[in-house]
């Protein structure tokens, strides 16, 4: 079935430190992946997408490339702050039907 | 713009009680989800509604979880009779139609003791 896994956490860096959270997919086609972010107190957000292979998300200097060959969606950002401090869940969804999540990973950003 | 606005924010019932939880979509938007998000694990979806039509309820747990969107707009979920591995985060989402951003609410977080 189509599934996602992502890194396990939690992920506790240094502030400006670059950061990489690991995804990849299982899919029986050609999915639109996601990644979603849930600050501490608040809701799901999206934070980035793309919708075809090569494509790259970027939203307030994270980014994701969506790699076929790898079947994978890792996030990234060169300089983490402390208002980066969330869980970071990635998602896949296919042909209109529900969207997947992984598991998340909990990201600590230190001063 | 309005959000997905959720009802209530936390509940805590009695195990066999029932609960209901209540989700106002944003405006115009066709497709809307209940989820389930158990402490330290992602979303689970439960149901998935096109308008006011089930299109996916396959991980619904259809002896005591039951959902319906009348007219295609507002939904309510409920649980009856509520179990202790029933205590999660139940989320509503909805987008302008499947397979594009979905935006949430802030969730119901239920108890049950």
């Known amino acids: 079935g189509n599934s996602v896994t992502q890194m396990e956490g939690p992920v506790t860096l240094s502030e400006e430190a670059f950061l990489t959270i690991n995804c990849t997919y299982t899919a029986t086609g050609y999915p639109s992946l996601f990644w979603y972010v849930q600050y501490p107190g608040e809701g799901l957000q999206l934070l980035l997408k793309?919708?075809?292979?090569?494509d790259k998300g970027s939203n307030k200097g994270f980014e994701a490339t969506y790699r076929k060959e790898t079947t994978s969606f890792h996030l990234e950002k060169g300089s983490v702050q402390v208002s980066d401090s969330a869980v970071y869940f990635c998602a896949l969804s296919l042909n209109n039907n529900d969207m997947r999540f992984g598991a998340g990973t909990r990201l600590t950003v230190k001063p | 713009e309005a959000g997905v606005a959720q009802s209530p924010r936390y509940k805590i019932i009695e195990k066999r009680q029932s609960v209901a939880f209540w989700c106002n979509p944003i405006s115009g938007h066709a497709t809307l989800y209940w989820y389930q998000q158990i402490l330290g694990q992602g979303p689970k979806l439960l149901i998935q509604f096109q308008n006011n039509g089930v299109v996916d309820d396959s991980q619904l747990p259809k002896d005591r979880f039951s959902a319906e969107r009348l007219k295609g707009v507002d939904s309510t979920l409920k649980i009856q009779p509520a179990k202790l591995e029933d205590s999660a985060v139940y989320l509503c989402?909805?987008?302008?139609?499947?397979?594009?951003?979905?935006?949430f609410g802030q969730g119901t977080r239920l108890t049950v003791v």
């Open positions: 793309a919708t075809k292979a090569d």
């Open positions: 989402a909805s987008s302008f139609s499947a397979n594009t951003e979905a935006f």
